[in-house]
């Protein structure tokens, strides 16, 4: 149900979809069963947003992982850019970035 996320989470909270309606588009717009699609909708209506923001998040540690390829070349270490961002825990991105920077300036260095 992870594509259908976006599209549930926005047809509740923009579009005033009922329970039902964005219970029957997931399950027409994905393999989810109806136990549990039901159960992810109900988890939108009470978390606005939710699937957006992790969406946002997956999309803002891409480009810092392209950055830190890109600055780092040969020397990226795929181990230590997860270490990096899984290390601080649930951060604000903003956070998530400086650790990422402080990341690369130390591999830089040696």
Known sequence: MARTAL?????????GWSEEQAVRYA???SPTPETAARSEVRRYFVLPGQATSYKIGMIRIQQLRARAEKELGEDFDIRGFHDTVLGGGAV???LLEQRVDNWIAGV???
């Open 7 to 15: 599209v549930v989470d926005t047809g509740i909270h923009a579009k």
């Open 27 to 29: 399950m027409e717009n």
């Open 92 to 94: 604000p991105l903003s």
């Open 108 to 110: 830089k260095a040696g």
